[in-house]
């Protein structure tokens, strides 16, 4: 059975992992979101067209919110999946290191079975009678 130690040692393992996943998501999401940002911007020419039209903002929010939407959750299946892939890798890993640690088990050799019993076959010299005992 695995130690306290070290299981307090693979949970902070899988939280590092977790991190590192949460991060990469991050950056990941702040890129594409910055690069549909940058699209927005271009489309207002002239800043006081949103205070003097607010239709102007419905648009641009129609038109962008749904690609938001979807790097979202992207990079939230993301960041998940390798998530759970980590913990799966890191539980593999320490599984393997226990069983290593085992002896292996000691087994009988199992005797091989006994062979099938002989029928004879009655030879083509042997007059018919005989053969039909």
Do not use: C, H
Not at 41 to 53: E, H, R, Y
Not at 65 to 78: A, E, K, N, S, Y
Not at 111 to 126: D, E
């Amino acid at each position: 059975m695995i130690g306290w130690s070290k299981a307090f040692w693979k949970g902070f393992v899988i939280f590092l992992w977790s991190a590192l996943w949460a991060t990469v998501g991050v950056l990941i999401f702040f890129l594409l979101s910055a690069s549909i940002f940058a699209s927005m911007v271009t489309m207002i020419q002239n800043p006081q067209d949103i205070i003097n039209n607010p239709q102007i903002m419905n648009e641009i929010m129609q038109n962008y919110m749904g690609p938001i939407f979807l790097i979202i959750i992207v990079v939230g299946v993301f960041v998940g999946v390798a998530t759970y892939a980590s913990v799966v890798k890191v539980i593999t890993e320490t599984v393997m290191e226990e069983v290593k640690k085992v002896p292996p088990i000691q087994t009988i050799a199992i005797p091989p079975p006994p062979p099938l019993p002989q029928v004879q076959q009655p030879s083509p010299n042997q007059p018919k009678e005989e053969r039909q005992i």
